[in-house]
């Protein structure tokens, strides 16, 4: 932009020189359309005046006078090669401080209008040129004036560009209100006794495998959170949070069953999100934190089910739960972009970072480290490859992120003091499968997304978790060195602005993780739990969102007992942003 003065000794004189040598004396035809008035008004505007429209004749400027040498010039350049205007008012502005500047400016674009003409093999008069190389003579001081202003102009253009960021933080809001309906469950404590027998054929507890009563209910969830930049390229995050939904899990005895969306914290205000992300480069992003869970480091490559607030209903159809719903919170991330078809990220997070006590703290406690590859090849598919190696003190183990069976209420712990009977109850635990050992997983994970179509999304993974027991059980019993190998797999199709722009229709569904084969006293899930979910979340408004669905789950906590009913959880979600 401000080069267009800058440089016109050197075009302007060789093409004018161009221009004599080859077309003499010989008349041109002027395109009077092509005007160019960029600069001028760049200058008006450096003196704080809006500029107006323009008119295309010099004798309509009244505060030049028609007896001026200069005026006689320009009215002649200007009507034949119309290259130079003046404003409604019918004033050049000339009695102003910048008069002249505004003039070197004028002579410069009627400079760029012939060097078009020339460098387009159109001819221009002899006389033209020589009106213009006297003006460039008479102007010369503005000019170059002109060209140091410019130049200085570019200076403090660069200097705002690169200091222009001052320290803001943004706040944004998220409330949830669900009304829950739940329905359907087979008490799943009660279902286990009922299929495991001491070794003097009784019950190892009185309890009977009933059905759960439907229940339904009306809760919230709010969400304020505060992001501060200090350059421009950073983020440092913090979150506020409070609410009152509660975990399905504890009503039908399995954490399939939870909600994607639930937080229970009896509306006492936390704080549960602290961590800073910036970039390193333009090609590397770090994150350092402690409240920081794998999630906000890692792509899930589930656009449309992984956020908590609108995406899955079901917290086992949100994304792999054997790689981003791994231990750990504080800690640090890494992310490296080799190019935009490629990219590389890497984590290392604890649980209990904040602990001094023996056995937790940055290193000796619970805590996971991974590694994605993340692959683009076109700009509607990606899928990651990713690999977390995860380790769990004892009687701190979950394997599957809440999203598989487990025991409660310690009937693993009355189990595994048991010396005979039927030791397999009917399902493993999935997320403890070692009644409390200390416990590694060596956890892979396929991921992939793919627009089909411009309004159609299918997303989903597999997973694998192969886990080793390191101790004694929470009995004492020794459990060193049993394995235990887990499955999981899900898929979901999207379909976007269906019936309204803004609108997602989804269907999601898989098989909830499942333990193959455990070692030891419990023995290996003898069934398996398909979810399926439906939801269509519909805008209101830009800040209002209303998403009515049903999610499913069939023989909850992978037991084959004929009398386990399907689990049936029907939602109307509701969410606020701002």
């Not at 007896?67 to 050049?92: K, N, Q």
């Not at 290996?524 to 998403?547: A, M």
């Amino acid at each position: 932009m401000f080069k267009l003065v800058k440089n016109y000794t050197i075009a302007t004189p060789a093409l004018i020189a161009m221009a004599i040598a080859s077309n003499g004396l010989a008349p041109v035809s002027a395109n009077a359309n092509e005007v160019d008035t960029a600069t001028i008004d760049q200058i008006s505007q450096y003196n704080e005046t809006q500029p107006m429209g323009q008119v295309t004749s010099v004798s309509q400027l009244r505060d030049v006078s028609p007896t001026d040498w200069a005026f006689e010039a320009l009215r002649s350049l200007v009507e034949r090669y119309g290259c130079i205007v003046g404003y409604p008012d019918r004033t050049y502005r000339g009695n102003r401080a910048l008069s002249r500047y505004e003039f070197a400016a004028g002579l410069n674009a009627c400079m760029q209008q012939m060097e078009r003409l020339i460098a387009s093999s159109e001819s221009v008069l002899r006389e033209d040129i020589e009106k213009l190389k006297r003006l460039m003579s008479e102007f010369e001081a503005e000019l170059a004036a002109l060209g140091a202003r410019v130049d200085n102009l570019e200076g403090r253009v660069a200097f705002l560009e690169d200091h222009q960021f001052s320290t803001t933080t943004k706040l944004k809001g998220e409330v949830v209100i669900a009304a829950v309906g739940q329905g359907g469950g087979t008490d799943g404590l009660g279902l286990f006794n009922e299929n495991y027998l001491t070794g003097a054929g009784e019950r190892l507890r009185d309890l009977p495998a009933d059905s759960i009563d439907d229940q339904f209910t009306l809760s919230n969830r709010v969400r304020l959170t505060l992001d501060t930049s200090f350059t421009g390229k950073d983020t440092l995050r913090t979150r506020l949070a409070a609410g009152n939904i509660v975990r399905l899990g504890n009503a039908f005895g399995s954490d399939m069953a939870r909600l994607n969306f639930e937080q229970n914290t009896g509306n006492d205000i936390i704080l549960d999100r602290v961590y800073y992300k910036t970039k390193l480069g333009d090609k590397t992003t770090f994150w350092v934190g402690t409240e920081m869970p794998i999630e906000d480091i890692y792509e899930t490559f589930s656009p449309y089910t992984e956020s908590s607030g609108t995406g899955a209903l079901s917290r086992v159809n949100r994304f792999n739960p054997f790689i981003y719903r791994q231990p750990g919170s504080a800690g640090i991330g890494l992310k490296y972009a080799f190019n935009k078809n490629f990219d590389i990220t890497a984590s290392y997070l604890a649980d209990n970072a904040a602990d001094a006590s023996q056995g937790n703290g940055l290193f000796n406690g619970t805590y996971s480290t991974g590694v994605q590859l993340g692959v683009h090849p076109t700009d509607t598919l990606s899928f990651g490859l990713a690999y977390v190696h995860s380790y769990f003190s004892q009687d701190d183990v979950n394997l599957t992120g809440s999203t598989g069976s487990r025991y409660t209420d310690g009937i693993s712990s009355q189990i595994a003091a048991l010396g005979s009977g039927n030791r397999d109850g009917g399902f493993a635990g999935t997320s403890d499968p070692f009644s409390g050992a200390a416990t590694s997983s060596e956890n892979v994970g396929l991921q992939a997304t793919w627009r089909v179509a411009e309004k159609v999304n299918l997303a989903g993974w597999v997973g694998w978790s192969f886990a080793q027991a390191h101790s004694a059980d929470s009995t004492g019993a020794n459990r060193n060195g049993d394995n235990a190998d887990l499955f999981t797999w899900n898929t979901n199709v999207s379909f976007l602005d269906l019936g309204k722009e803004g609108s997602v229709l989804t269907i999601a569904g898989g098989q909830v993780p499942r333990a193959g084969s455990v070692d030891g006293t419990i023995g290996r899930d003898r069934g398996q739990s398909w979810v399926v979910e439906g939801q269509y979340k519909y805008p209101l408004t830009d800040n209002i969102s209303l998403t009515p669905g049903v999610y499913a789950v069939f023989n909850p906590n992978n037991s084959d007992d004929s009398r386990n009913q399907t689990v049936v959880v029907g939602v109307l979600r509701t969410v606020f942003k701002f």
